[in-house]
């Protein structure tokens, strides 16, 4: 793991997108989670953050699923952290 710290406030700023579900899950990811994100997590979350809305929502949703497994593994980690 890189030590380099993982700034939130640069993926806050990347999770503010056009659809409300996003912005709250990915959110509620980077308060409670990204903090404990390793550095292949945290590129992959990138990549993840670079992808259109609609392909994130379903990704999200369960509705597609990545051929990339560290993108697929951070989708599941995303969905478990939970909604409160």
Do not use: H
């Not at 579900?21 to 992959?44: C, G, P, Y």
């Amino acid at each position: 793991m890189n030590s380099e710290k993982i700034n939130p406030e640069k993926f806050r700023w990347q999770c503010r997108r056009g659809m409300l579900e996003l912005d709250l899950l990915l959110n509620n990811f980077v308060d409670k989670e990204v903090a404990t994100l390793t550095q292949q997590q945290k590129q992959s979350f990138e990549q993840l953050l670079s992808y259109p809305d609609q392909t994130l929502l379903d990704l999200l949703l369960g509705n597609a699923v990545s051929s990339d497994p560290s993108v697929a593994a951070l989708i599941q980690k995303i969905r478990s952290v939970s909604l409160d």
